[in-house]
C-alpha cells in the first residue's frame, strides 16, 4: 500500500501565502513524478504544479510566478509554497505521486485526500 498525506491548507487572506506539504510513504520502491492539482466547488480538477525527480518543474498559468513547487526526494515530499494567494485560488488541493513499488512493476499514479485551502478577507 501507498498512502499520501497532505497537511498545511487553511484559511488565508488575500495576498498571503501558505505552503503545502505532502509525504509518501509505503511500499515504494521510486517515486517519479509528484505535483499538485487543486478542485474549486463546480469546477473540474486542474493540474497546479508538477515536479519530476530529477527536478523539472511544470505550472499552470494561473499560478506561474506566484506559486513553487519542490521536492525532498529523500523523504518523497512535495511542497507547494503558494504566495500572492486569491480568492480564486480557493479549492481542495490534492497531491499525486508516480510511485513504482518494485524493480519490475510498473509506476501507478496515487493520490492524497485533499487539503481545503480558502483564500478570503
Known amino acids: 500500500q501507498v498512502q499520501l498525506v497532505e497537511s498545511g491548507g487553511g484559511l488565508v487572506q488575500p495576498g498571503g501565502s501558505l505552503t503545502l506539504s505532502c509525504a509518501a510513504s509505503?511500499?515504494?520502491?521510486?517515486?517519479?513524478?509528484m505535483g499538485w492539482y487543486r478542485q474549486a466547488p463546480g469546477k473540474e480538477r486542474e493540474l497546479v504544479a508538477d515536479?519530476?525527480?530529477?527536478?523539472?518543474?511544470n505550472y499552470a498559468d494561473s499560478v506561474k510566478g506566484r506559486f513553487t513547487i519542490s521536492r525532498d526526494n529523500a523523504k518523497n515530499t512535495v511542497y507547494l509554497q503558494m504566495n500572492s494567494l486569491k480568492p480564486e485560488d480557493t479549492a481542495v488541493y490534492y497531491c499525486?505521486?508516480?510511485?513504482?513499488?518494485?524493480?519490475?512493476?510498473?509506476?501507478?499514479?496515487?493520490w492524497g485526500k485533499g487539503t481545503l485551502v480558502t483564500v478570503s478577507s
Open positions: 515536479a519530476t525527480s530529477g527536478g523539472s518543474t
Open positions: 499525486n505521486a508516480d510511485v513504482v513499488r518494485g524493480p519490475a512493476s510498473v509506476g501507478m499514479r496515487y
Open positions: 509505503g511500499s515504494i520502491f521510486r517515486v517519479d513524478a
